[in-house]
């Protein structure tokens, strides 16, 4: 069986970059950016006034009190026309444009005004309160690479630096595919039906790593409804297609025999993962297929283990493939590992000082839910660690919204 670094590999080497498009910064969110982007404009492209105060040159107020003409106002987007001489200062606001000749900010603070003349109880440095042309960045700087996420911060920059529309990668279309003759929609549980919990929390990671779900419903344990079920996620254009469930070894998993049939090329089966093992790599087409285990908690770390990666990498994101694990101090005793990598629904303490502290829930078992969602982080081990003591240094995922 691979190991779980080695599958993670093959999965995004095999990936295919998405195409791009343009949108408006309302629509910029979670999205990737398909070209670097130069500055359009200097920022702030004039030397502009960090508070309120008086724009005047610092010579005049060496030696306070000093006594100056006041001779206009510098508001934003209204600054005073002409320049400031000798003897004279300017009232000016927050973000104003500095006149010509002033060389420093006096607080409003440290003067008096007496009819049209501005009394200085203070001296100023040169440049004391001036946000200096360029302070923040040049027209033509570099500011935003091929690969970044856009966030409020990156969305507020390329904003400042003069873009309406951005150009982003397209979103990865994942069609998600439940299969089980068990399965119901959530809403129409019986005695002996499962509600379908996996199609909504996968595609719950979908969104989060940029992608478009597209959710193809349930399907029974039947192969010719299989086969349709495939054929309808490459008539709908899908990037990826991710089946729930049915890759296993029991009489009724057809998913891999169906996924052949319609000419599949099979990357890897199985992996060395707990929970996880029946994970499924291929390509159907221009399409990618990932099929996921049919134990929630098993379908869900898969998903942020392999899938998330998988549509950063569509989107162009370079650093898709790296290790996002963190140092943190083991919360209890474990015993041995076994020969499979173990990814253990843990609590995660945040100590004052030093590193987090992560417990691992006594019950781990694959289909459990509830774990999963009281749970803060994945502690992982290696495949055959050794016992571990409480305080031994670990390794952990952070888990989304934990």
């Known amino acids: 069986m691979l190991s779980v670094a080695e599958a993670r590999s093959r999965i995004l080497a095999a990936a295919r970059r998405c195409g791009q498009e343009d949108v408006g910064l309302d629509e910029a969110l979670g999205r990737t950016l398909a070209a670097r982007l130069a ?13 309120d105060g008086f724009a005047l040159r610092s010579a005049d107020v060496a030696r306070p009190p000093a006594r100056l003409r006041l001779i206009g106002l ?5 600054g005073y026309a002409g320049a400031i001489g000798a003897g004279e200062a300017v009232r000016i606001l927050t973000g104003a444009p500095v006149p010509e000749g002033a060389d420093a900010i006096l607080i409003q603070e440290e003067a008096r ?18 946000r200096l042309a360029g302070i923040d960045f040049e027209q033509g700087q570099v500011l935003l690479e091929t690969g970044t996420r856009l966030g409020p911060s990156e969305i507020a920059l390329a904003a400042a630096m ?10 990865p279309r994942v069609a998600i595919l439940a299969t089980g003759d068990e399965l119901v929609a959530p809403g129409g549980g019986g005695r002996d039906r499962i509600v379908a919990s996996n199609a909504p929390g996968v595609a719950a990671h979908v969104r989060l790593a940029g ?5 193809l419903g349930i399907v029974p344990d039947d192969f010719a409804a299989l086969e349709k079920a495939i054929r309808a996620a490459r008539d709908a ?3 990826v297609l991710v089946t ?13 025999s169906a996924l052949a049939h319609q000419g599949m090329e099979l990357g890897f089966w199985r992996i060395a993962m707990r929970p996880g093992k029946p994970l499924l790599h291929g390509r159907l087409g221009d399409m990618a297929i990932l099929g996921l285990p049919g134990n929630p908690a098993a379908a869900l770390v898969c998903a942020l283990v392999f899938l998330a990666p998988l549509l950063r990498a569509l989107c162009g994101d370079p650093k898709a493939g790296e290790d996002r694990s963190e140092p943190a ?14 990814f253990m629904r843990a609590a995660l303490l945040r100590p004052a000082d030093g590193l987090p502290v992560a417990t691992p829930f006594a019950q781990q078992d694959s289909s459990l839910l509830s774990v999963f969602a009281r749970s803060q982080c994945l502690l992982i081990r290696a495949a055959h660690a050794p016992a571990a003591k409480q305080g031994d240094l670990c390794r952990m995922l952070r888990l989304p919204f934990a």
């Open 39 to 51: 500055a359009k404009r200097t920022q702030p492209p004039s030397a502009l006034s960090a508070m």
């Open 74 to 78: 510098s508001a934003a987007g209204h």
């Open 113 to 130: 005004i007496e009819g049209d003349v501005v009394v200085a109880a203070q001296s100023v440095a040169l440049g004391s309160h001036i």
């Open 162 to 171: 003069d873009y309406a529309v951005l150009p982003v990668a397209k979103r």
């Open 211 to 215: 992608g478009a779900p597209l959710d």
């Open 237 to 239: 254009g899908a990037d």
């Open 244 to 256: 729930l469930g049915g890759a296993s070894v029991g009489d009724h998993d057809l998913v891999k």
């Open 329 to 342: 101090v083991l919360g209890k005793d474990l015993p041995a590992n076994g020969p499979r990598e173990d």
